[in-house]
């Protein structure tokens, strides 16, 4: 059964921090994997998804890494911003399904 | 272009009663999915349908029954509520399983007394 892992729980930074924010997935037979963000009292929005023959992607300031052989994304947040506060998830596609983690809840303090 | 909308947003139920949750899409996506999401938790998967007239269980599917009858239209349904059943639920679509990114509703917020 594939279990999604995200560190830290939770996370407070300063503003103009970069961060990194990490997710691992016990079986790396996966299609691809995803990161969304979820605002308070929202639904979740794709950030970016990364299909399993790549090894990163990159919008704006986040850019996000995949090593399925060591079952590990990283999502890094570069210069980070008030507006960056949210809970993020990551989620892996096998099958015809979605498992996510638990996410990050992540503050960033201005 | 609403995306995806569900109906209702909130809703408080007595242990017994029944209730469906409606999710609509106008993006014309042959997938949709029920998930629900508790504290602390993931999203968990309750059933997805792979086009008009299909449906299949996913990671919690006990409890719920579902419908697609319309493309658009994907209903949840609760057929006897229970405590346990306390929850956000989540609607969600995608053009092409895995290749295409699903895009979700606001939820809907749950509670069973």
């Known amino acids: 059964k594939q279990e999604v892992t995200q560190i830290p729980a939770a996370l407070s930074v300063p503003e103009g921090e970069n961060l990194v924010l990490n997710c691992s997935f016990t079986?790396?037979?996966?299609?691809?994997l995803q990161w969304f963000r979820q605002d308070p009292g929202k639904g979740l929005t794709s950030l970016l998804l990364?299909?399993?023959?790549?090894r990163e992607q990159t919008s704006g300031r986040l850019n996000a890494s995949l090593d399925k052989s060591s079952g590990r994304s990283t999502l890094y947040i570069a210069a980070s911003q008030p507006g960056d506060s949210a809970t993020y998830l990551c989620?892996?596609?096998?099958?015809?399904?979605?498992?996510f983690g638990a996410g990050t809840i992540l503050r960033v303090k201005s | 272009n609403a995306g995806v909308t569900q109906t209702p947003k909130f809703r408080v139920l007595k242990t017994g009663q029944s209730m469906t949750l409606l999710c609509a899409q106008d993006?014309?996506?042959?997938?949709m999915y029920w998930y629900r999401q508790d504290p602390g938790m993931g999203l968990r998967l309750i059933h997805y349908?792979?086009?008009?007239?299909?449906?299949a269980k996913g990671e919690v599917p006990d409890g719920y029954n579902v419908s697609r009858l319309k493309k658009q239209n994907f209903l949840l349904g609760l057929e006897s509520a229970a405590p346990s059943q306390t929850s956000v639920y989540f609607c969600?679509?995608?053009?092409?399983?895995?290749?295409?990114?699903?895009?979700f509703g606001p939820g809907t917020r749950l509670t069973v007394l």
């Open positions: 989620a892996v596609a096998r099958g015809n399904k979605l498992v």
């Open positions: 993006m014309n996506h042959e997938y």
């Open positions: 349908s792979v086009g008009e007239g299909t449906t």
């Open positions: 969600a679509s995608s053009y092409v399983a895995l290749v295409h990114t699903q895009y």
């Open positions: 079986d790396s037979a996966i299609y691809n």
């Open positions: 990364i299909q399993s023959s790549q």
